[in-house]
């Protein structure tokens, strides 16, 4: 199967910066769009950033000019920048991709990781 896996996470000051990383392994014959979701308590998951395997971009509003979605294909891995943190913020932030196993079954699946704890603090 394939998995994902998050890093990065932590603890940061308002106006920091933290790295996400998203690292995918596995019985993997391709990764298709990729995106970063964040789910706060009592609130629902939302999508932070998405990427394509072409490498279009789209951002939730509350993050754009602050969070840069990444891809190295090479990796199989995403990345989201995040920069200039609010406390607002503060969410798990999870993994998402598409995938395609690799043989014998070259399945569609839905990916995701175990999500990352970003906390911003004031």
């Known amino acids: 199967q394939v998995q994902l896996v998050e890093s990065g996470g932590g603890l940061v000051q308002a106006g920091g910066s933290l790295r996400l990383s998203c690292a995918a392994s596995?019985?993997?014959?391709?990764?298709?769009?990729m995106g970063w979701y964040r789910q706060a308590p009592g609130k629902q998951r939302e999508l932070v950033a998405g990427?394509?395997?072409?490498?279009?971009?789209n951002y939730a509003d509350s993050v754009k000019g602050r969070f840069t979605i990444s891809r190295d294909n090479a990796k199989n891995t995403a990345y989201l920048q995040m920069n200039s943190l609010k406390p607002e913020d503060t969410a798990v932030y999870y993994c998402?991709?598409?995938?395609?196993?690799?043989?014998?079954?070259?399945?569609?699946?839905?990916?995701w990781g175990q999500g990352t704890l970003v906390t911003v603090s004031s």
């Open positions: 990427i394509t395997s072409g490498g279009s971009t």
């Open positions: 596995g019985n993997i014959f391709k990764i298709n769009a």
């Open positions: 998402n991709a598409g995938a395609i196993a690799g043989s014998p079954l070259y399945r569609n699946l839905e990916v």
